[in-house]
């Protein structure tokens, strides 16, 4: 007979599995994630309120992605006004120019091509710098430092992310039209004011808000996804460089859901 020696710990029993195991970390992640958002929603009301954090998180994002939206904005307007020449060419109506590029950048590509380039400019940053900070222990550090490090980290950069990615949005969409009246100028020789003029006609109010809208939703989900990556990271440098990869492709496959979402929404109201 064996005898066992009552220090002797019994052998760990393997975790019941609920699903399976993929499906138990697919449902568990959802839930990390919901209470993510709720601690969010939590601390973006309770002082103290860092605001030298949020204005500097402001500049970083927004001031400094000014080149890239600069230039990717003025493209957008030029490619698509070239596109869309020959098609009303043929039944001769490139006098709508105006109007159908203005619809379609004010509607769509405005929003969608900001939050893309947010996606992957801001998300990896996010993602790569809070990450870093978790796997040097930084995080820890400020906690003991009675720093609360979740309110000074997450919630400045997810409210940053809201506000910034709706006025860079403002921004692409006033240098794509641009783009698009030195294009239209170029081929037809309209003017700036007759341009203008049929590009405001066309939109409207509803067109204005629901971009605006978008945008910070689209704000909000690169910000918490960057913010839950980097602040969930492990695995030393490895874990960064994940924690960076997965906030882009993760934030963009967000981003497309929620405009197809939206866009059945806006439909039905318009």
């Known amino acids: 007979m064996k005898f066992h020696n009552e220090d002797e710990k019994p052998p760990r029993r393997p975790r019941a599995q609920v699903i399976s195991r993929r499906m138990d ?36 994002i927004g001031v400094k992605s000014l080149p890239l939206i600069s230039l990717t904005g003025f493209i957008i307007g030029i490619v698509f006004m070239n596109q869309s020449r020959p098609s009303l060419a043929e039944f001769g109506a490139t006098s709508w120019l105006p109007s159908l590029v203005s619809l379609a950048i004010v509607r769509a590509l405005a929003p969608l091509v900001t939050a893309l380039i947010g996606a992957g400019r801001i998300g990896s940053m996010i993602g790569a710098e809070l990450g870093s900070m978790k796997v040097t222990e930084q995080i820890e550090a400020m906690e003991v430092s009675a720093t609360n490090p979740f309110k000074f980290l997450v919630v400045s950069r997810v409210l940053a992310t809201t506000f910034m990615i709706p006025a860079l949005m403002m921004y ?25 003029t049929q590009v405001f006609d066309a939109i409207t109010f509803l067109d204005i808000f629901s971009s605006v809208l978008k945008s910070s939703l689209f704000g909000f989900t690169i910000g918490v996804v960057g913010c839950y990556k980097g602040y969930h990271s ?10 960076a990869n997965s906030s882009v492709v993760t934030a963009m496959f967000l ?16």
């Open 234 to 243: 492990s695995k030393g440098t490895e874990g960064v460089g994940k924690a």
């Open 255 to 270: 981003v497309f859901i929620e405009e197809l979402l939206s866009l059945q929404v806006i439909t039905a109201l318009r």
């Open 172 to 196: 692409t969409m006033l240098v794509a039209l641009l783009g698009a009246y030195l294009n239209v100028n170029a081929n037809e020789g309209t003017s700036f004011t007759t341009y203008f």
């Open 25 to 60: 970390r697919v449902f568990t992640e959802l839930a990390n994630i919901a209470a993510f958002i709720g601690r969010f929603f939590r601390e973006v009301f309770l002082p103290p309120y860092e605001f030298k954090e949020i204005i500097r998180q402001c500049f970083e």
